[in-house]
């Protein structure tokens, strides 16, 4: 399928000189892009360009898995509000998805976890001036012993561990509720050894990855994320946004064509690293909503 912009699209970003430096907030899914390709940072999250284009082919499999994977965060989040198992599976009719939930019910990931839970849960804390900013599928808490992240993945592959733990999200998550979590801890944010972090497949419920944290990696993560702003401002200031020298990921970005490294998007069957589809959820940064910040 060829892309092509759609009316809402603009063919150009705007110019360097237009761009107005008004990043407050870093989330896993900026910081991510800019590791995978500091030009898609560049025209997505500085110049805010719209390029529609499929991810991947064939583009109804590609909207099918999306949904399937939302409606079983959905499920989740249903579950842990009260509503019982039965009636929330009386409600499935995809059988990919009943087999998910199938999973979850039989391995029951829930069953050690501390008992405050917080689904879908926003956080965001000040860091180098601006904001570091996540969103937690489940956050359990005992608060002043441990805290628990869990994060539901719906992929149809089991990505390896080091690659799962080299990814902005393992770092982000551990690291921002360490460094901004008090409010839900009782009072002193949790120590890196308080906190725990586990990546749950609802396709592969046997083989969860489960990520320990210390103050070791906290202060890795800190240089890490603050080297990764660090070098998004200057070449902010240098408008220095080079491309990905791997070409893959060409083939599943919406910018490819843009970028005129093709037209057609990638086979789904083809993908072997499921963050080459990953996508930005979007969600808007309204701080109201955001339950506990640490100013
Ligand atoms: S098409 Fe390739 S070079 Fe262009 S933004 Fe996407 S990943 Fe980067």
């Known amino acids: 399928m060829s892309d092509s912009p759609g009316k809402n699209a603009s063919n150009h970003p705007p110019a360097a000189s237009d761009v107005l430096e008004k990043t407050t907030h870093f ?24 390029w529609p284009a499929v991810q991947s082919l064939p583009v109804l499999e590609q909207e099918e898995r999306m949904a399937r994977g939302e409606q ?30 199938g999973n979850f019910t039989e391995y029951d990931p829930l069953a050690l976890l501390p008992p405050r839970r917080l689904a879908e849960y926003a956080l965001s804390a000040p860091f180098l001036g601006y904001r570091l900013l996540a969103k937690y ?12 992240i869990m994060d539901w993945k719906t992929a149809e592959l089991r990505p390896r561990g080091e690659i799962l733990r080299a990814k902005v999200q393992s770092r982000l998550y551990p690291f921002l ?54 070098d998004i401002f200057a070449r902010s200031a240098a408008d220095d946004f ?49 339950g506990e910040i640490a100013f």
Not at 34 to 40: A, E, I, Q, S
Not at 179 to 190: N, V
């Open 27 to 50: 989330s896993q899914y900026s910081l991510q892009d800019f590791v995978d390709c500091p030009r898609r940072y560049d025209l997505r999250h500085r110049r805010k360009l719209q």
């Open 72 to 101: 079983f965060h959905r499920l989740v989040q249903q579950h842990l509000s009260g509503i019982p198992v039965e009636k929330i599976e009386a409600r499935i009719h995809d059988p990919i998805l009943l087999a998910w939930w």
């Open 137 to 148: 599928d489940l956050l359990a808490i005992a608060p002043g012993e441990t805290a628990h």
């Open 177 to 230: 509720l360490a460094l901004g979590g008090e409010r839900l801890f009782g009072g002193t944010a949790p120590k890196p050894e308080q906190i725990r972090m586990t990546y749950w497949f609802a396709a592969f419920p046997e083989a969860p990855e489960e990520i320990g944290y210390s103050k070791t990696q906290f202060n890795r993560d800190r240089d890490y994320l603050a080297a990764l702003i660090e």
């Open 242 to 290: 080079p491309p990905t020298d791997n070409l893959k990921r060409c083939d599943y970005c919406q910018y490819r064509s843009y970028c005129e490294r093709g037209v057609e998007a990638g086979a789904i069957e083809e993908v072997d690293d499921e963050s080459l589809l990953e996508q930005d959820p979007g969600f808007t940064i309204d701080f109201e909503q955001i």
